[in-house]
């Protein structure tokens, strides 16, 4: 059974950085996408960004590209991502997501891909 765990949210002034980290276990290969989303109350969850654990190039949001970045490290089984550039609309609670997948070009942010396990969240303020 998969179960995961994030850390790293904080509070953050506008235009800096902060990474979040998400321990991951019971996986049992690397077919498995990762994603990070993210919510603010009264909105629809959105997904910022994914990737496969058996490689490929990651997905992003058009809202967080060139200022976030994934990553994982399989031997540790741990997730990242790296946030830069900060700014108040990032501000939100962030998740950390996997569900079993093979490998597909469209990448880990499909619109048909329904995440299955979801760690508990991590709240990100980004104050201006």
């Known amino acids: 059974q998969v179960q995961l765990e994030e850390s790293g949210g904080s509070s953050v002034q506008a235009g800096g950085s902060l990474r979040l980290s998400c321990a991951a276990s019971g996986f049992d290969d690397l077919n498995y996408c990762m994603g990070w989303f993210r919510q603010v109350p009264g909105k629809e969850r959105e997904g910022v960004a994914g990737i496969w654990l058996g490689g490929g190039s990651p997905s992003y949001a058009d809202s967080v590209k060139g200022r976030f970045t994934i990553s994982r490290d399989n031997a540790q089984n741990t997730l990242w991502l790296q946030m830069d550039s900060l700014k108040s609309e990032d501000s939100a609670i962030y998740y950390c997501?996997?569900?079993?997948?093979?490998?597909?070009?469209?990448?880990?942010?499909?619109?048909?891909?329904?995440?299955?396990?979801w760690g508990q969240g991590t709240q990100v303020t980004v104050s201006s």
């Open positions: 997501a996997a569900v079993a997948s093979p490998y597909k070009r469209s990448g880990c942010l499909r619109e048909d891909l329904v995440y299955k396990t």
